[in-house]
């Protein structure tokens, strides 16, 4: 198919939720592709699907997005590639992808930096106080109460990082720059690392004085963080999640902060998002962030880039640029 010419002939690519990055997408790229808006019509998403379901082959999807489900894909027969605007795929259906010989291409490394930066900054936000801190300024307390209570240092501290994938080991690599003690949980020991491995992620809590969540959601890692985990890391621990929401038992971890048997969490990323639990509102030990920590212009450009590169690769018969891993 051609990916030039008159804009009826452009290759379709369906979208049913535009992806944060989709406005640069469409910018930059209309002129390539024509982009079937599945939200945009006036059509119910079942009637709209079933209009295209003869010509769609391609599908535009994010881990913000409706999930892919086996009906979705039963509706559009002539599907043969989905490109996600996450790293992760636990949003499609991998088994009905995989009968119906559906190719999916991910952003495995696009957004490792900016992820491990986010991480890091809501360790370092939860254990110096840096938002409660600012809050109280903010409210005028600083000159009726005095001084804030005190952070606690980054050097020194013991961090178990839950999967040292691409995102872990750059977490890994800017924490040590803060004289941090790395210890790591994966799903097989690393033999190119120093780090202690532990393959008990109960016995990682139990060493470490914070966790950061980085492993993808699979069955196996779902409340992979439970209470027996949150109780291991203690009155003390706090914990970091940019990972997925259901791989800490939210209403466990809610729990263990309003009683205060872990002492703090920095969380991008929810179970039911974009609801977020309300007792954590109030609690100066705990940070929030509405699953940003992929949003910089600089990602979105780079990530609309390698989108479009998988779209072009596959609608020239080309093998894709970042086809997805199925674990």
């Known amino acids: 198919m051609a990916l030039n010419g ?3 002939e452009l290759p379709q690519v369906l979208v049913l939720l535009p992806p944060g990055c989709f406005t640069l997408l469409e910018s930059n790229y ?7 808006k599945a939200w945009d019509s006036p059509l119910p998403q079942d009637q709209f699907l079933a209009t295209h379901a003869g010509s769609v082959q391609a599908l535009l999807s994010s881990a913000n997005g409706p999930t892919i489900t086996a009906n979705i894909l039963q509706m559009l027969p002539s599907l043969k590639v989905i490109v996600t605007t996450s790293v992760g795929i636990d949003h499609l259906d991998l ?20 992820v491990a930066d986010m991480a890091v900054g809501l360790l370092l936000d939860v254990m110096r106080k840096i938002s409660a801190g600012d809050r109280y300024v903010r409210d005028g307390l ?3 109460r005095g001084d804030y209570a005190l952070g606690s240092k980054i050097g020194g501290k013991r961090v178990g990082i ?14 040590e720059a803060f004289g941090c003690n790395i210890l790591y949980n994966s ?3 690393k033999p190119f690392v120093s780090y202690p491995f532990y393959s008990d992620i109960c016995e990682l809590a139990a060493n470490s004085d914070a966790l950061v969540i980085c492993c993808a ?36 971890m809610v729990r263990c902060l ?12 929810f179970e039911d998002e974009p609801e977020v639990p309300e007792e954590l509102f109030a609690l100066d030990n705990v940070v929030l962030s509405p699953h940003y920590a992929t949003y910089t212009p600089e990602c979105f450009m780079a990530l609309c880039e390698l989108v479009a590169g998988n779209f072009e690769a596959f609608f020239s018969n080309k093998p894709l640029l970042s086809p997805a891993v199925d674990n």
Not at 30 to 36: D, G, I, P, T, V
Not at 95 to 114: H, L, N, Q
Not at 224 to 243: E, F, M, P, W, Y
Not at 258 to 269: R, T
């Open 162 to 175: 839950v999967g040292l994938g691409n995102i872990g080991l750059e977490v890994a690599k800017r924490l």
């Open 30 to 36: 209309s002129h390539k592709f024509k982009f079937l």
């Open 187 to 189: 799903r097989t020991e």
């Open 217 to 252: 959601l699979t069955a196996e890692t779902h409340h992979l963080i439970n209470k027996k985990v949150l109780l291991a890391l203690g009155r003390d621990g706090v914990i970091v999640n940019i990972g997925r929401g259901a791989i800490i038992d939210e209403k466990e």
């Open 142 to 144: 600083w000159a009726t």
């Open 6 to 8: 008159n804009h009826s």
């Open 258 to 269: 309003v009683i205060g048997e872990i002492g703090g969490a920095g969380l991008d990323v």
């Open 95 to 114: 088994a009905e992808c995989r009968s119906r010989g559906v190719a999916i291409a991910s952003t495995p490394k696009i957004f490792t930096e900016d």
